[in-house]
């Protein structure tokens, strides 16, 4: 896998197999993670279901929440034999859910559990592994805690490191809060790089433009961009030109017209047309008739027997809204 410059977050009940492949019509070279998955719903869960993902998404990473070493290089072993391009730990979710299970981003405080997490996951596969993480939690002081962290990870053979630029707090903060109420430090991560040019460093956490992501390219290896990806889902048809230099993404129609037949396919499954759907209500976002699109979509996906029509409908109704405001702006010209 050749150097990744962009990725798009592993996001809770949004990164799904419809999101990603969504998102790879969009830019060719982006790196798409899955939905974090647990080691026991892995080893014994519907695998199909779970894991199961397209060709047409590589690259793509699945991310895996657990603490024991003989799960997780299990888990990594299929993720390797189900084709996936990395395998990632996550260490950076401050969920109840996640922390009852001794997983995510409580496990900052156990370096040396994580080290033998990731070196267990390391001897099962030849695929990389990596490993998400905060840069602290709770009371535990920021640099200190990050630099401890991935020193002590590293020296179990782990290269390749996602900071989320914010210490989380596992008590008194929902893991919404947890995105945005704790204050960002990308200092810290370029710190990291800059003390660490042998691991790959990639940053995460209230970016949102592919500016904000160039200007953090100068400092760190790659940038991982979260929601803005989900609710501005066409800046991402930019990243190619400007991040490889490859060619520019489809026009938003395009990517519209690319989904039918993917859209067809999955329905035939059993797969609703409001579970694909739901991942394109930003396409259109601050464009004249964005809001007529989402309403179209809102309104009708979900109805009995609705099918990919209901896309072709919401997307006429925003190229009527270009013709009605190039015809006025023409009549104006005209006056």
Known sequence: MSAILLSVAPMMDWTDRHCRYFHRLLSASTLLYTEMVTTGAVLHGDRERLLGFDAAEHPVALQLG?????????????????????????????????????????????????????????????????????????????????????????????????????????????????????????????????????????????????????????????VMIGRAAYETPYLLADADRRLTGGAPGPDRHAVIAAMLPFIEARMALGTPLSAITRHMLGLFQGLPGARAYRRHIAENAHRPGAGPEVLECAAALVRRRDADETGQDDGEAAA
């Open 66 to 222: 657990g603490s024991d070493p003989a799960d997780l290089a299990a888990c990594a072993r299929i993720a390797e034999e189900w084709g996936y391009d990395e395998v990632n730990l996550n260490v950076g979710c401050p969920s109840d859910r996640v922390q009852s299970g001794r997983f995510g981003a409580c496990l900052m405080a156990e370096p040396d559990l994580v080290a033998r997490l990731v070196g267990a996951m390391r001897d099962a596969v030849a695929i990389p592994v990596t490993v998400k993480s905060r840069i602290a939690i709770d009371e535990m002081e920021e640099w200190p805690t990050l630099d401890h962290f991935v020193r002590t990870v590293s020296a179990a053979g782990c290269t390749h490191f996602i900071v989320h630029a914010r210490k989380a707090w596992l008590k008194g903060l929902s893991p919404k809060e947890n995105r945005d109420i704790p204050p960002l430090r990308y200092d810290l991560v370029h710190r990291l790089k800059a003390e660490n040019p042998h691991l790959t460093i990639a940053i995460n956490g209230g970016i949102r433009t592919l500016d904000e992501a160039e200007e953090h390219l100068g400092k760190v290896d790659s």
